[in-house]
């Protein structure tokens, strides 16, 4: 029989990024200063998270977290399981910008089109 979690309320479950053991620039960090790490994969989302626009978070997305009130779930032994609620979610990683479906760009283009009224204007104090 496999165990799952299924998260309640606004809430959902992130299993967490491994910390880095290294910087950027290839410093080789100890144990004891470790740099805590706050992202996460989304592995589950509750009913509630799922069926409310308000929340942009959906399954697999990449998220930023702040683990003050991420609670560990103890269904792995490696423990990188977290029930974390939506508030602490604070950013969403994106592959690119969010198109606005109301945005129209061939009506964008012509929106300056009846500018030519100012293009005798001179601002040059003359």
Known sequence: MNEFVEPLGPRILIR???????????????????I???????????????????????????????????IPVDLESDNVLFVVPMDDVVAVFRRSPRRDENFDEDEQE???????????YDDSGE
């Open 16 to 34: 967490k990024d491994e910390g880095r053991q290294q910087t950027k620039g290839g410093i080789v960090l100890p144990d004891k200063a470790e």
């Open 36 to 70: 805590p790490t706050i992202t996460g994969r989304v592995v589950e989302v509750s009913a509630e998270v799922e069926n409310d626009d308000e929340f942009p978070v959906r399954k697999y997305d990449k998220v930023l977290f702040h683990p003050k009130n991420a």
């Open 110 to 120: 012509g929106e300056f089109d009846d500018l030519g009224e100012f293009s005798d």
